[in-house]
C-alpha cells in the first residue's frame, strides 16, 4: 500500500541520554522505508563519528539565533548549555510528501510541540536503571564523567515527564525494543482515521 499521497505521522522520541533513542530511531529509519529522520540544528560541536547534514547541522551560537527570531524553529530547548532547535520547512516538507518523520528531540522540546496541538505520536524511551544508562555512556566513551553526570541528574526530571507520552519503551534488551517501536509504528498507521483515505479504493 502506498501511503505517499497521504500526509506522513510525526513520531516524537524523547529519552535520557543514554537510554537509546539514537540507536532505536536509527533502527527504525532503516527499517521503515517512508520513515525520514528530521536533522535538528545544534551548537555543540561534533562527536567522533558524527557528520554534518547526517546527524545534526552543526551551526554557531549567532546563525542559530538568527533562525530563531526568522522563526525557523518547530520547536527549540537549550539541552545540557548548548542550543538545539527542529526546522520547522524542512519536517513540514516530509510530513506533506506523505513520509513519516521521526524527531529525536528533549522533553522540552515535545512539549512544546504538544502544547501547539500539533498531530504527533509521543514516546517515551527509558533505560531499565540509571546505572545502566551511566554504564552506557560510559562505554560510548564520548563524555566525559563530569559530562555524564550532568546528564544523569537531567534524565532524572525528564523521567518525571514520562507518563505524559502516549507510550514508554524501557530499553532492557534492544531488540525486544525494537520489537515495541516497530509495534507502536505499525499500530498508529492502522488507525482507523489515518486509514480512511484508503477506504474508497478498496
Ligand atoms: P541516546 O541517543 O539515548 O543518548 P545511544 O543510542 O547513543 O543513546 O546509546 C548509548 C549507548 O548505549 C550506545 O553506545 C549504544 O550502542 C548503547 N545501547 C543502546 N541500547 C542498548 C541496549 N539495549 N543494550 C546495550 N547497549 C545499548
Ligand atoms: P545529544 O547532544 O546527546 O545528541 O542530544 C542531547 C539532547 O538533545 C537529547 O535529549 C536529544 O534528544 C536532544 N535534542 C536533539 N535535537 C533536538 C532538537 O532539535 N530539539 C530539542 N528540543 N532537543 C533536541
Not at 505521522?9 to 522505508?33: D, N, Q, Y
Not at 513519516?100 to 504527533?120: F, H, N, T, Y
Not at 551511566?134 to 564520548?142: A, D, P, Q, S
Request: aromatic letters at 10%; proline letters at 3%; a neutral charge.
Amino acid at each position: 500500500m502506498d501511503r505517499r499521497e497521504e500526509r506522513g505521522i510525526m513520531f516524537i522520541v524523547s529519552a535520557p541520554s543514554g537510554a537509546g533513542k539514537t540507536t532505536l530511531c536509527r533502527m527504525a529509519v532503516e527499517h521503515f522505508k517512508d520513515i525520514r529522520f528530521s536533522i535538528s540544528y545544534t551548537t555543540r560541536s561534533p562527536r567522533k563519528g558524527e557528520e554534518e547534514g547526517r546527524d545534526y547541522h552543526f551551526v554557531s551560537e549567532a546563525t542559530f539565533k538568527e533562525m530563531l527570531e526568522r522563526g525557523d524553529f518547530l520547536e527549540w530547548a537549550e539541552v545540557h548549555g548548548y542550543f538545539y532547535g527542529t526546522p520547522k520547512d524542512e519536517v513540514e516538507r516530509m510530513l506533506k510528501e506523505g513520509h513519516d518523520v521521526i524527531l529525536d528531540i528533549d522533553v522540552q522540546g515535545a512539549k512544546q510541540i504538544k502544547s501547539k496541538g500539533k498531530e504527533g505520536v509521543y514516546i517515551f524511551i527509558a533505560p531499565p536503571s540509571l546505572e545502566v544508562c551511566r554504564e552506557r555512556l560510559r562505554k560510548r566513551g564520548v563524555d566525559s564523567e563530569e559530562e555524564i553526570d550532568r546528564r544523569l541528574e537531567n534524565a532524572k526530571k525528564e523521567l518525571a515527564e514520562a507518563l505524559w507520552y502516549d507510550y514508554i519503551i524501557i530499553n532492557d534488551r534492544l531488540e525486544d525494543a525494537f520489537e515495541r517501536l516497530k509495534a507502536i509504528i505499525l499500530a498508529e498507521k492502522s488507525r482507523a482515521f489515518r486509514m480512511r483515505p484508503f477506504l474508497p479504493k478498496i
